[in-house]
C-alpha cells in the first residue's frame, strides 16, 4: 500500500484547511485509517482516527470538536478536515492505515500555523 498526503500549508490562526492521504497498490477497505502528527523533540501524536467497519470515529484531546475525519471507500482516501487551527497545530501531519498484522504511513505533510 503506498500513501500520498497531501494538503498542508501555512495558514493563519482560526483559518481552516483539509487534509487528503490517498491509497493505492491494494484495496484498503478493510483497514482502519487515521492521521497523527509530529513536531521535532516532542512525541508523535495521535489526532485522529477512522474504523473500516463501523466508520466510528475517534479523536485525540487536543483536537476534538476542531478536526473531522473522514474516509471515502471508493477513492480510497481519508481526509482531515481542521477547523479553528492554533499555532500549536503546527506540525508535520502523517497518515496511516493498518490493519491485523500490517500498517503503511504516508509520507508527511507540513501544517504551518502562524498566530
Known amino acids: 500500500v503506498q500513501l500520498q498526503a497531501c494538503g498542508g500549508g501555512s495558514v493563519q490562526a482560526g483559518d481552516s484547511l483539509t487534509l487528503s492521504c490517498a491509497a493505492s497498490g491494494r484495496s484498503i477497505s478493510s483497514y482502519d485509517m487515521g492521521w497523527f502528527r509530529h513536531v521535532p523533540g516532542k512525541p508523535r501524536e495521535f489526532v485522529a482516527a477512522?474504523?473500516?467497519?463501523?466508520?466510528?470515529?475517534y479523536y485525540g484531546d487536543s483536537v476534538k470538536g476542531r478536526f473531522t475525519i473522514s474516509r471515502n471507500y471508493a477513492k480510497m482516501t481519508v481526509y482531515l478536515e481542521m477547523n479553528s487551527l492554533t499555532p500549536e497545530d503546527t506540525a508535520v501531519y502523517y497518515c496511516k492505515v493498518w490493519s491485523r498484522g500490517s500498517e503503511y504511513w504516508g509520507q508527511g505533510t507540513l501544517v504551518t500555523v502562524s498566530s
Open positions: 477512522i474504523k473500516s467497519t463501523s466508520s466510528n470515529t
